[in-house]
Each structure stands twice: as C-alpha cells, then as structure tokens.
C-alpha cells in the first residue's frame, strides 16, 4: 500500500490540506486514473463555488438565490440533499441484508406531496419569509420561534455527523486510508465550495452529484447483471426464491417494521423534512413563484419511485453477485460497505474513481444543505433580533457561520467515528423521529388549527419531545413511529391547551389551509 498512500499524499498536496495518510493492510486498491478522476470531481466542486461567490451580493442570493432558481433545479436538489450517502450506500446494504421492506419507505413521500403542495406551501412561501421559523413567531410567538429553530439546529449536529461518517467507511474499505483523514477531507472542501457560492452552489452541485450517483448505480446494477451467469432472470429469480423482494411484514407488532409501522410511521417521519426541515424548505424559497415551487416537489416526488427501483435493486443484485462469487466477499467489511467492496473490485478504473467521487459529492451534498441553512437560521432567527437588528454586515456574518458549522458537522463525525453502529441508516431515521416529530407538530398546529396561540403550541412541542424520549427509553416501540408520536402529540396536547390558554390572535392575511397554487 506505499504506492497508495504516495498518491494520496500527492492528492492532499494538490488539495492545499496538508495532512498525515494511513495505509491499510490488504484492502483494495483504486487505479492512479481513479485518483485523478477524484480530484478533478472534488476540485470542479470548489470551482462551482467560486464561481457563484461572485454572485452573492447580498443575503437574499447568498441564502435563497434571489429566488430565481429554475424549478426543475430545486426539485432535484431537494431530492439530492434527501437522497445522500445514507441512499447510496445504506439503502443498498438493507437490500442486501434484508429484503425491501424500506421500499415502502420511500413510497411515502410520494403519498406526502400533495399535501404539502396544496396545504403546506401556500403558507411557507405565501408569508414571505426567509427561514421557515420565521412562519412559527408571525403564526404563533417569538418563544415558538426560537424553539423551532433550535429543534433544527440540534438535528443538523445529528444528521450531519451521519452523512460525513457514511463515505468515510468507504474509503476505509475501498483503500485502507484513515476514516478520521477521509471526514475531515470531505468537510473541509464542503464548507469551503458552500462558504463561496452559498445556495445556488449548493443547488447546482446538488444537480451534478444526482447525475453521477443515479449514473453509477445505473452502472453497477448492468455490470452485476453482466457478471452472475444468467444475468438479470437469474437475480430476479434467486431473489423470488430467497424471500429478498419481499415488501411486506404481517404483524400488529409494534416493536418490528411490520406493514402499517412502516406506512403510518413514515407517513409522519417524511412530514418532517418536507414541512419543517430548512434544508428542504428553502429550496421551495429559491424559485420564481408558488407554482414553480409545487413543480419542485413535484420532481423530486416522482424521481422517487425510480430510484428506489434502481437502488434496492443494487442490493438485490449485489447479493446474488456475492452468492455467485463468494470470495470476493469479504465478511470483515462493515454491511454499509458493500457498495464501495463492489465498486473497486468491479468497476474499470476511471469509472471507480467517479462512482467514489460521486459518493463523496453526494456526502457533501447533503453537508453543504445542513451548514447552508443553519447559517440561515442563525442570521435571520438570532443575529437580526440583537441590537441593532439592521442588514449590513449579514453576508459576511452568513459566510463566517457557515466555516463555525463545517467544523461543527466535521467535529460531530469524527466522535461518531468512535461509536459501533450496526446501520447508519436506522440511526438517522431513529435521529430524525426522536427531533423531528415536535418540530413538525408546531407547523402542522399552525397551519391546520385556528385557535392555538403561542402559549399552547410551546407547550405541546416541550411536551411531545418529552414523551418522545420516554417512549425510546421505557417501550419497545419501532422507532419509525416515533416521527408519528411526536407530532401527534404536539398536535393534541398543544391544541388541547389552547382551551387553557387564550385565544389565538394571529393570523396572517388572505392564507388559508385551502389556498390553492397560484
């Protein structure tokens, strides 16, 4: 591996990050083409960034493009920060080792999309506002607001722990470089592309990296069907047989991911991001107008059914590939890293290189979104309340806050590198239910209920991640319904209290939950 480590040494000189390289002992290797191809991926994504730093004049571009960006453009970046390392690798490795009851998952948000088009966006883009908790202080109160707020950011710290520590396993497998060197590589470039360019180059780096993920799965898919004697009939057909495409578990048990958990509970989890995550709903933001918007989700509610398709077909067919090839497969690697195993021992060189590079994008991807809309948040919900609450200086505070949060998100997966976690994937969608649930309960108490003030709905959000965090720890509960019991028991528990408390008395003009697209 002295070659190897030569070659990565010479990437971080070109990188400008001068850092130590660790060489595994009997991993793969990837072609020094591979290694190039990496780069000149890695290095485009800078560029994009300084290429838009010089369209940032004010923080209206820098956080929402001056809200022309093309709808078609938001759409798939919306399903690009949603899609993420987490689908790339950790999707295929439960079709691997499971069956595709997580298919149903995804369907979900197909089921979601007209609800939040026809009740949700008239409300979120119809207010005017630049950070979604801004809705929640002119709906309810200023101290909702900032609960809102702070909900998000403490998820962020969580999910982008996960997002970084998921490729670095794959260049651990694929390489044998240092996990520790592979997230602080990726955080670095991520907050240094997303720093310059803001929104529109997390948007359009978005775009490309779906391309590649989308065109790398497409790939491995057709050389595993071209590699098993038989081809693609014979992965169907083992797959038939062993009871992998199976969708559905008949059970009332709750603790499991039976039918109606995976359904009802994802219902839910998938309100979170498309309702009151930043990260999604400031992409609805950056376009034209309300109609473009609902184009947007739109999009990335039918790229949905396609790439769930083409992704847990990949586990599938990767499981039959290995069953063909058994000593290929090595059992030490963690099941996450299946797809990069795949990747260097299957793809030709050049093609390997961008298949990783296209996970790393897709890693950064969804980083660049977190850090993006936390500085966001933080300048629009914080910084402008303190004296003297004026604009000036905001674009230099954003870019400032978006450096502090790169490290932070870097910081996150370098202490969730020292944890055994058997599969990231349900420890993001555990994340998501345990902050999520309340958060999501504030906006849905917002926009369906009339009377609930500010008072009641505080109460139902502190109340319902209370009994979040008892119910994870007392019960046995799948934690795919733990999105549903968060946000319906802020709903109950803070309409409930608005009999206690006085009456709404905000509203705001001419929106109504039967608004229509205009």
Known sequence: MSGLSGRLRVILLLLHLPCLAQAGDGTPGIAALDWAVLIVYLLTLVGIGLYFARRDDSTEDYFVAGRTMPWWAAGVSIFGTQLSAITFLAVPAKAFSADWVYFLVNMTIIMVAPLVVYVYLPFLRGSGVTSAYEYLEKRFSLSVRMFGALAFLLFQVGRMGIILYLPAIVL???TGVDVTLSIVLMGILATAYTTMGGIR???????????????????????????????????????????????VNWTWDSSVEALWVVIVGNLFANLIPYTADQTVVQRY??????????????????????????????????????????????????????????????????????????????SMSSLDSSINSMATVIVTDFSRRLPPGREEGDL??????????????????????????????????????????????????????RRTGGNAALA???????????????TDLHFFLYAAVGLLSCVAIGYGASFLFARSTRSLEGLTWSTRIR
């Open 172 to 174: 651990a497998t694929v």
């Open 201 to 247: 180059a997390v948007i359009w780096t978005d775009v490309s990296q779906v391309v590649v993920l989308v065109g790398a799965a497409l790939l491995m898919v057709i050389l595993t069907a071209l590699s098993v004697e038989g081809g693609l009939p014979h992965i169907v057909s083992v797959g038939l047989a062993e009871g992998k495409f199976n969708m």
């Open 285 to 362: 933001l950056t376009t034209r107008t309300d109609r473009e918007a609902a184009s947007a989700i739109w999009t990335n509610a039918l790229l949905t059914l396609p790439a769930s398709i083409l992704f847990f077909g990949l586990g599938t067919a990767l499981y039959v590939f290995y069953q063909s090839h058994p000593g290929l497969l090595d059992q030490s690697i963690p099941i996450d890293g299946i797809v990069p195993l795949f990747i260097v021992q299957k793809l030709p060189a050049g093609i390997s290189g961008l298949a990783l590079a296209g996970v790393f994008a897709a």
């Open 396 to 449: 230099g505070r954003a870019r400032r806050l978006t450096v502090l949060f790169g490290v932070l998100g870097t910081g996150s997966a370098l202490l969730l590198a020292s944890f055994d976690i058997a599969s990231l994937l349900d420890a993001f969608r555990e994340v998501l239910g345990l902050f999520g649930g309340s958060l999501a309960g504030l906006f849905a108490l917002g926009i369906l209920t």
């Open 460 to 474: 139902g959000a502190v109340a319902s991640a209370l009994i979040v965090g008892l119910v994870k720890l007392l």
